[in-house]
């Protein structure tokens, strides 16, 4: 079986007031053909469908365009569950018609416990699921964090699943040790949105959504896909695409990258340089430029999109190394250090001792809890 597994389509994104639709509808489009090219069987979406709850009529017109070329023109299976930036109630509308055409859509914690069955492989589609969400559905006050939650679901899928099948993942969230960009919605504060690797211990693969980056995280079984396109700029070394995965005799998969119709890219350097192009640059791309040498100019940012009409942000080289001579000095602090001065900073007063020890209690909780 081939699969081809995607995530964070974030179809509607805009960044920096520019909206990324065209973009989307391109990069949709090239999955088509790698779909066709590669025979793909199946296709997984993990998660981050839309970037809003309410997603504008364009979106979803594009989306019900391209899983109508995968699901009804092409005939293929596709398996999808809601991410955090979902909208779930209202993406899971029709689902129970959906699946008269093998369009499995997953968007509450009720849906995860039935697998869906392809050869001998049943796949589990775990919808993106709030600690609060699944303490109201088991009755259980004491689930508090993200852990708390997925446990529990794969917990009953284990007690009831067949183990003599195969077993697909397929899921919206955070696994610990995986590495974040700022495109990604926190899914809570501090570090009680992870969830532990060994939850998923025991599945043939675990196919994740909400991370952007496609090695985010170095497991055997447990995969992010990254998203299609880059998001932000702290995304603009990160490869983009989806994973083929190959399921028989054994299980492997394999990260595909895909072209964007416009890259995104960093630029420092010195304002002169980058108006005249002496870099060489592509004037279609999508730029941060942080400069120097350009506080003299009156409206650098109209002159620059005369050259690079895709520019999205502009920034002074001064601002940035004062910004980073700051990182770098909290990088030497203490968590209490840091906290002690943000309390004096919104307040004009310090923390007394019994409030040092209850803050040091409750890092060592949280602490203990993730690790």
Do not use: C
Not at 248 to 255: A, L, T, W
């Amino acid at each position: 079986m081939k699969i081809m597994h995607i995530a964070d389509l974030h179809i509607g994104r805009t960044l920096n007031q520019h909206l990324l639709l065209a973009d989307q509808a391109y990069v949709l489009n090239k999955l088509i053909t790698e779909i066709d090219n590669e025979a793909i069987e199946l296709v997984i979406i993990a998660g981050d469908i839309y970037d809003r709850a309410l997603p504008s009529k364009e979106a979803v017109r594009l989306f019900e365009s391209f899983i109508y070329r995968i699901n009804i023109e092409r005939g293929l299976p596709v398996l999808a569950v809601s991410g955090n930036h979902d909208g779930a109630m209202r993406l899971g509308y029709g689902k129970d018609w959906f699946k008269g055409h093998q369009f499995y859509l997953s968007t509450a914690i009720e849906d995860s416990f039935t697998p869906v069955t392809f050869d001998d492989v049943d796949f589990y589609l775990i919808p993106y699921i709030e600690p609060a969400e699944a303490r109201l559905y088991f009755e259980e006050d004491n689930i508090q964090t993200h852990y708390d939650s997925y446990r529990k679901v794969v917990e009953i899928i284990n007690d009831k699943r067949d183990q003599s099948k195969r077993a697909v993942i397929i899921s919206h969230l955070f696994i610990q040790g995986g590495a974040e960009t700022d495109s990604e919605r926190p899914l809570s504060m501090g570090a009680v949105e992870y969830v532990h690797q060994t939850v998923f211990k025991g599945f043939d693969y675990v196919a994740l959504g909400h991370l952007h980056h496609p090695f985010a995280i170095q497991s055997e079984t447990i995969f992010y896909s990254g998203s299609l396109m880059k998001y932000s700029f702290s995304e603009v070394s990160q490869p983009k695409g989806y994973r083929l995965v190959y399921i028989d005799e054994e299980v492997k998969s394999v990260f595909v990258p895909v072209e964007a119709r416009r890259d995104m890219h960093v630029i420092e350097s010195d304002y002169e340089s980058v108006i005249n192009n002496s870099l060489a640059l592509s004037t279609e791309d999508y730029y941060q430029f942080i400069l120097s040498d350009m506080r003299h100019i009156k409206d650098p940012m109209t002159r620059l999109k005369q050259v690079y009409p895709n520019v999205l942000e502009l920034r002074y080289a001064e601002d940035i190394r004062s910004e980073r001579e700051v990182e770098v000095e909290v990088d030497q602090r203490t968590d209490m250090e840091i906290i002690q001065q943000f309390v004096r900073k919104l307040t004009d007063t310090s923390l007394s001792h019994n409030q040092q020890q209850i803050i040091e209690r409750l890092s060592k909780e949280v602490n203990d809890e993730t690790h």
